[in-house]
């Protein structure tokens, strides 16, 4: 029998995720209710950094699904949906000790093995593209074709284009069961039921609880800095930098170095407006709402050792978030076990920004019976599905 298109989902979380699968439905003319707990982008996508990036990932599934987000930003810049809020750039990873050139030189190895454009910069030419860079720099790769969007602002291009209304303030609170199990056939709410053809959960952390996962979900709190404008040094910047410490932070590599007190790595993008944003932690403890002293000084003084003329800008905000993470480093993105019509989508910590469009597109593909454009094996769901501590909705 072929696969009949649903005419309506409903939609769980109006993030970055949430927004892009309401917006490639309802392209196809699905109808589509998108709830949110909040308001959209309020958790992770408006905390993010914004990197669409492939620099820190290894080889394996998730530097395929970044280059897959990459390549699909550049087609909406070019098709005009993002044309004037997606910055392509490049982004340089330096290293200023003995151990950060080890292991960026194996990194840039792995990136340029798979298939990505890196070149390494000897010092002069270092220094003639990035006068502005400390002189400890020991070691440069530049990492081309990268990318920079703010998180809301693609939210809302998605949700503007599709003509989808959020229900704002309106959580989904559980999954409408047909009598056999088998299936979805809709949502439970504050204010009433709410009936669909299929059900996407893209809720963060929110996701847990409603699919009955909380062990298989890690919220983890980033923290990140806002500088005044200079454009000046804003403008003598040809990309953002990243310091080799945030490839240990992230566990990009492994090394012993990899544990560092609360995460701490570091990116200095350097925004359109002529701004700076500056981060940031990777924390599993710690009041996921606000920032802390320890960690604002200790991100200051190391973009202040890389870029010391940032000493002279002033520090505007800092904000914190909190990320989704899972137990295994790799996110939730697929159909549930055991239900024909459920999908989730949850999980990126950091990299959400960047696999929001194309996982958003991906899971309308599966929503609508297609094979998705990036592999989404790794990202399976049923992974989970014979775990003791993992009880699927």
């Known amino acids: 029998m072929p696969f009949a298109q649903p005419s309506s989902v409903v939609i769980a979380g109006s993030g970055i995720v949430g927004a892009a699968a309401a917006y490639f439905l309802a392209r196809r003319g699905v109808r589509v209710d998108l709830f949110d707990a909040d308001v959209p982008a309020s958790q992770a996508t408006g905390a993010a950094d914004g990197a669409v990036s492939v620099a820190s990932k290894r080889p394996g599934p998730m530097m395929e699904a970044a280059l897959c987000g990459i390549a699909l930003y550049r087609q909406l810049a070019r098709d005009g949906l993002f044309a004037d809020c997606f910055k392509s750039r490049s982004t340089f990873i330096v290293a200023t000790s003995k151990a950060e050139c080890d292991v960026l030189e194996a990194h840039s190895k792995a990136l340029a093995g798979a298939g990505v454009r890196t070149a390494t910069l000897a010092p002069q030419a270092a220094r003639n593209r990035f006068p502005v860079l400390s002189p400890d720099a020991l070691m440069i790769v530049e990492v081309h074709d990268e990318g920079h969007a703010i998180g809301y602002q693609i939210v809302h291009r998605f949700l503007t284009a599709a003509g989808v209304v959020v229900h704002r303030g309106h959580a989904v609170e559980s999954l409408l069961l047909a009598s056999d199990g088998s299936r979805v056939e809709g949502v439970a709410t504050a204010k009433g ?22 062990h298989a979900l890690i919220p983890r709190k980033g923290q990140l800095l806002i500088t005044e404008r200079a454009r000046a040094l804003n403008a003598a910047m040809p990309g953002a930098i990243m310091s080799g410490r945030y490839l240990l932070s992230k566990g990009s590599q492994n090394a012993p170095q990899a544990k560092l007190p609360k995460g701490l790595g570091l990116v200095i993008d350097p925004l359109q407006t002529g701004q700076f944003l500056i981060g940031g932690t990777r924390e599993d403890h710690g009041d996921r709402r606000n920032n802390d002293i320890d960690a604002v000084s200790r991100i200051l003084r190391d973009a202040v050792a890389l870029v010391p003329g940032l000493a002279d800008v002033r520090l505007l905000r800092s904000f914190a978030g909190v990320r989704t993470a899972v137990i295994d480093g790799l996110p939730l993105v697929g159909r549930l076990p055991h239900l024909i019509n459920a999908y989730v989508a949850t999980g990126f910590e950091g990299d959400g920004i960047c696999l929001g469009p194309i996982t958003g597109k991906a899971i309308s593909q599966m929503v609508c019976g297609e094979t998705p454009d990036m592999s989404l094996a790794a990202f399976d769901p049923a992974r989970f599905g014979k775990s003791e501590t993992v009880a699927w909705a």
Do not use: Q
């Open 193 to 214: 039921d709410v009936r669909a053809d299929a059900v996407v959960v893209a809720a963060g952390t929110g996701s847990a609880r409603l699919l009955g996962i909380e």
